[in-house]
């Protein structure tokens, strides 16, 4: 039994999908599925979910690296088969979320976890939630910078607010490593994001024969890449001053690399939001379009969110999440409160520039 | 002892927030291929580049997608991590396990990887952090036969759907998300293991506008559970709200003092439609006028419910910036029954996609293909009507490209009949 490499197709078993989350809800779960009149927040990382039933769920969440040992997530099922009848979830924001179905095993269960540093309880209501992010230098190929160090730094710095229900609202964060954004920065209260700063190399000498060149032309949004003849070999060349360093060329072509510890940065944006709630959705905004990327603890990144959130903090209305805050009073003013110098930069030139400028005379002076 | 001096990232060992360090490091003692990890990455931490290579084409047979190769580009120096491909596992609808089958999986990931992970991976899959690709089949072979799962997306293909954890656990839910998904995943297996699209096709549910799997701004079609009716209010727990009886928002202020709950500051003016009144008795709502932004059922969760008819609003062309600026879904169908097997949904989605296929290029998103070809070729390719609810507000330019069809007479004109009305 078990797979035979001289005869791959021999039993193949495929397209069947995932297994149903039918056979992992606790009992408590299945039987009020759709049934939830009402939940409320018992304490920071502590809900309770009450059924029409009259049952009652308890939740625990504990934050966690989204980057995860075996060794890590089998002591979390001890804890599951321990308190949770051997059941447990996640969160789209990467915390794990213990549940029992009576108050009286909550306290036992707390103990366990508070136990256990690598499972902080805590992550709801109005404070600063679990990090999404990326691989970094962990584990990908274009990143500019480190996310999981990054993460492990502001949260450090922050995890105050994770166990603490303190700020306006709920503040999102949310760091990608590269342009590409596989967190989806793009609409997160503050978000992370790494940059390259200096145009791919491109190396002649190999790049016709391990690069498909129509691609990797192709493959630049601005067209700032053109065929080229250097030394007799077909090559490309690179406009430099038309490239906005978002590595397409690169993930089509490994000959034109762009990474450059010197040039790469780390781009602050903030206001951006996913809940309909109150208003529209909204992009995340670059208000500091490059700090240094200093590993191993990024201390000017973590100023800077600290800054914003802390200024936020001090100076928004009760339900306003920062997107909302900055509305309201104004960017103009979101600079000055936050000491923020205005940048050219931070003034959009690209696809959709104009939806962003200015057509009225209303404004605030500084 | 360990295998590398490590002391640039020794100083993420340090503060409260769980350290991934001390993780992989304890892991290293049963994995030692992790130290090699370790190694490298405190060389990427040295020199402020990454180490890893360009993924090369890997994968199982008959599948385009699911495994990503991976290369460090110092194999001499961290061989145990010169191979380091990851495998997408598709996770469960709202991320529901048990401890058996992680166990057999972590179990299989300690016999044939690293014993790294992504719990979960930006996409929603389980994210399964190195491995050698002669162990690729072998993976599959025991996801497949002893575990009974399958793997996840990757590249141009329909990537894992995902959802939020939906009437599993959640009072706000107007749509069975997890069902919606675990169909969709099921009806468009080939779609999610064979790429034929021009690039990434994301689908997720969100069971209600509160949209914690964030679908409005990260999938190519949003599903978004609604409601057309109205909330439903139990005025005596408003008024137990009111009485400071009960804590607003669930509980989620509570670390900070904001004074007495004031109804009419904080939910009756901060109604975006100003669509609610409060007389000091009765909270009245003119549902007509509701736009379901959620926030009084937010603020008073055991006193206001959404309505009893729901359905779903359905978006379409949410992405990140790369390549021609961000996106957010736009509605494309205002509201949709979400009942049996889903095939309302389905249908629109297949036009979609016939449409993206035929017209989309390589590595262009579907929203991109709106962007460029117009909401007016989607809604003919996919006889989808249009309404108001498709646009913050009508166009304001009059460049409107008239077909010959829309016009009395067509284009065909007699010159000769002009010019005797009109000389030259």
Redesign the interface.
């Known amino acids: 039994m078990?797979?035979d490499?001289k005869n791959?197709?021999k039993?193949?078993?495929?397209?069947?999908?995932?297994?149903?989350?039918e056979?992992?809800?606790p009992p408590v779960?299945k039987k009020n599925?759709?049934k939830?009149?009402?939940?409320?927040?018992?304490?920071?990382g502590v809900l309770m979910?009450k059924a029409e039933s009259g049952d009652e769920?308890y939740?625990v969440r504990v934050?966690?690296?989204?980057?995860?040992?075996?060794?890590?997530?089998?002591d979390a099922?001890k804890i599951?088969?321990k308190h949770c009848d051997?059941?447990?979830?996640?969160?789209?924001r990467?915390n794990?979320e213990f549940?029992v179905d009576n108050k009286s095993k909550l306290e036992p269960l707390k103990a366990d976890l508070k136990a256990n540093?690598?499972?902080?309880i805590g992550g709801?209501?109005?404070?600063v939630t679990n990090i999404?992010h990326?691989?970094?230098?962990?584990?990908?190929?274009?990143?500019a910078i480190?996310a999981?160090?990054i993460v492990?730094?502001v949260?450090?710095d922050l995890?105050k607010h994770?166990q603490?229900?303190?700020?306006p609202a709920?503040v999102r964060i949310a760091l990608?490593c590269c342009?590409?954004?596989?967190?989806?920065?793009?609409?997160s209260d503050i978000a992370i994001l790494g940059f390259h700063r200096k145009p791919p190399f491109v190396q002649h000498e190999v790049i016709s024969q391990i690069c498909e060149l129509p691609l990797a032309i192709?493959?630049c949004?601005t067209g700032a890449i053109k065929p080229a003849t250097v030394d007799g070999k077909k090559s490309v060349s690179v406009n430099g001053e038309r490239c906005m360093f978002?590595g397409?060329c690169?993930t089509m072509c490994?000959a034109m690399p762009l990474?450059?510890?010197e040039g790469?940065c780390v781009v602050i944006m903030m206001g951006?939001k996913?809940?309909?709630?109150?208003?529209a959705?909204k992009?995340s905004k670059v208000v500091i379009p490059a700090l240094p990327?200093n590993?191993?603890?990024w201390p000017e990144v973590v100023a800077a969110v600290r800054n914003i959130l802390e200024t936020y903090a001090k100076n928004a209305n009760?339900?306003e999440r920062i997107g909302e805050w900055a509305e309201r009073i104004g960017w103009e003013r979101v600079f000055e409160k936050c000491n923020i110098p205005f940048n050219v930069k931070t003034i959009d030139d690209?696809?959709?520039a104009y939806n962003t400028l200015r057509t009225t005379t209303q404004f605030k002076f500084s | 002892m360990a295998k590398f001096k490590t002391p640039l990232i020794d100083e993420l060992e340090k503060g409260p927030w769980p350290s991934f360090v001390s993780d992989i490091k304890r892991q290293a003692k049963t994995k030692p291929e992790l130290e090699d990890l370790l190694g490298q990455l405190e060389l990427s931490y040295k020199d402020k580049e990454t180490h890893w290579k360009h993924g090369g084409i890997v994968g199982v047979f008959g599948y385009g997608g699911g495994v990503i190769g991976r290369y460090s580009d110092m194999p001499k120096e961290f061989p145990g991590i010169a191979h380091f491909h990851t495998v997408r596992v598709n996770q469960t609808g709202g991320f529901y396990y048990n401890t058996k089958y992680l166990g057999q999986l972590m179990d299989m990931w300690e016999r044939r990887g690293s014993g790294l992970t992504n719990f979960h991976g930006s996409t929603g899959d389980m994210v399964l952090l190195g491995t050698q690709t002669d162990q690729l089949e072998e993976i599959f072979w025991e996801l497949t036969h002893d575990m009974n799962t399958d793997l996840g997306g990757s590249g141009g293909n329909l990537r894992t759907p995902s959802c939020c954890l939906g009437m599993s656990r959640c009072e706000y839910a107007c749509i069975d998300s997890q069902a919606i998904c675990q169909e969709m995943t099921m009806a468009y297996q080939d779609e999610l293991h064979r790429p034929a699209f021009p690039y990434k096709f994301k689908i997720k549910v969100s069971g209600c506008p509160n949209d914690c799997v964030a679908a409005i701004a990260r999938s190519d079609c949003a599903i978004i559970g609604t409601w057309k009716d109205n909330i439903r209010i139990d005025q005596s727990t408003v008024a137990a709200y009111v009485n400071g009886e009960l804590k607003p928002n669930a509980g989620a202020h509570a670390g900070r003092d904001w004074g007495k709950f004031d109804i009419v500051k904080e939910v009756i003016n901060l109604c975006p439609t100003k669509c609610m009144s409060w007389d000091g008795k009765e909270l009245k709502i003119n549902n007509k006028e509701c736009t379901r932004c959620m926030h009084c059922i937010n603020v008073m969760p055991r006193a206001l419910r959404p309505g009893v008819d729901k359905g779903a609003t359905l978006l379409c062309g949410a992405k990140a910036p790369i390549l021609e600026g961000q996106r957010l879904a736009t509605v494309i169908v205002p509201f949709i029954k979400t009942e049996g097997t889903f095939e309302e949904i389905k249908e629109v989605i297949n036009k979609l996609l016939d449409w993206w296929m035929e017209h989309g290029k390589n590595r262009e998103r579907i929203g991109e293909l709106i962007g460029r070809m117009g909401m007016r070729e989607m809604l003919k390719a996919t006889g989808l009507p249009p309404v108001p609810q498709m646009v913050k507000e009508p166009r304001s330019n009059p460049y409107i490209f008239w077909e010959e069809s829309d016009v009395p007479g067509g284009w065909t004109r007699d010159l000769a009949a002009f010019r005797k009305k009109h000389p030259l």
């Open positions: 078990g797979y490499p791959p197709m039993d193949r078993i495929t397209d069947i999908g995932p297994r149903s989350y056979e992992f809800m779960i599925f759709g939830w009149l009402y939940h409320e927040i018992l304490e920071p979910h769920v939740t934050g966690a690296a989204r980057l995860m040992s075996i060794e890590l997530i089998r099922l599951a088969d051997g059941c447990l979830r996640w969160t789209t990467n794990i549940m540093p690598m499972f902080p709801t209501g109005a404070g999404v990326t691989q970094g230098w962990v584990h990908c190929h274009t990143p480190d999981s160090g492990k730094s949260m450090d995890f994770f603490s229900m303190d700020l709920q990608a342009l590409n954004m596989c967190g989806a920065v793009h609409c192709a493959a949004p978002c397409n690169y490994p990474m450059d510890a790469d951006g996913i809940s309909n709630r109150i208003s959705p992009f990327s590993p191993p603890r009760k339900y690209y696809t959709l």
